[in-house]
């Protein structure tokens, strides 16, 4: 089984890159992050026409997230997180997989920036909320897969100029920690876990030609139990995507089941 994790940059813009994508490398499941759509305006059809069921939490113009699948899901949540600014930002559901019943969650964490505005204290806020529902959910579920946009830089190694993105609220020690937090609750890096140190850059801004000289960063992960980590075949981003016409600035990341 194929999960891929993608930050698209609005769900309608991407459509065509998105459709294309699915046709060429068909995973099982796709968790999309930034779709920019309410529910209502979501393309389902276009989805359904490719053999994908849709579960969606969007919202108008900003955020929301969604998984599209190749087979039905069970226990779809929007409410993981009480979100005091009503975000659509995590949506979770279950998929039985060899007998086993995985819990996926789908999040969209706040970039944060500015540090000194009220944006760097919802993220903190959320990230901690989040690190106890982890607490709840993984008590409750020891299988679990945690995908998505995190605008989280683990460490120097994944951003093309660490000295120039310390007080970044994408890198800033504090906001590390809380990642290193989610990992002790029982998770385990899955890029990391199959590559070692190789890059895995998974974003690269629009502007001063970021793409095309790798000035990137990775900030898409998937986090997995640790009873999960011998069913892990492969971890790879596939820049692809990003290479294309109109792309989103995210490339996919994709995690391979045994």
Do not use: C
């Not at 039985?96 to 993220?123: A, F, L, M, S, W």
């Not at 959320?126 to 945690?146: G, H, M, P």
């Amino acid at each position: 089984m194929i999960i891929s994790s993608w930050n698209v940059n609005s769900v309608r813009a991407r459509i065509d890159n998105i459709r294309k994508y699915l046709k060429k490398y068909s995973p099982d499941v796709l968790m999309m992050q930034e779709i920019k759509t309410e529910d209502i305006n979501f393309p389902y059809d276009e989805f359904k026409n490719l053999k994908y069921e849709s579960y969606v939490f969007g919202q108008k113009s900003y955020n929301g997230v969604a998984i599209i699948t190749k087979n039905k899901l069970q226990n779809i949540k929007t409410d993981l997180i009480k979100d005091k600014l009503k975000q659509s930002r995590i949506i979770s559901a279950e998929v039985r997989y060899k007998k086993k019943n995985i819990q996926i969650i789908n999040i969209y964490t706040p970039n944060g920036n500015p540090v000194d505005t009220e944006k760097y204290t919802y993220k903190t806020n959320w990230l901690n909320d989040l690190i106890k529902q982890l607490k709840i959910s993984s008590k409750k579920n020891e299988n679990i897969i945690l995908g998505g946009d995190f605008n989280i830089i683990p460490t120097s190694k994944d951003v093309y100029n660490p000295k120039g993105f310390e007080d970044d609220a994408l890198f800033r020690l504090e906001i590390r920690k809380k990642l290193r937090e989610i990992i002790n609750i029982g998770f385990h890096d899955a890029y990391r876990h199959i590559n070692g140190d190789k890059e895995g850059y998974t974003f690269w801004n629009y502007m001063r030609g970021a793409w095309q000289k790798n000035n990137g960063m990775r900030i898409d992960h998937f986090l997995v139990s640790n009873s999960l980590l011998n069913i892990i075949k492969d971890v790879k981003i596939n820049k692809h995507p990003r290479g294309k016409e109109k792309p989103s600035d995210h490339a996919p990341i994709e995690i391979e089941l045994a």
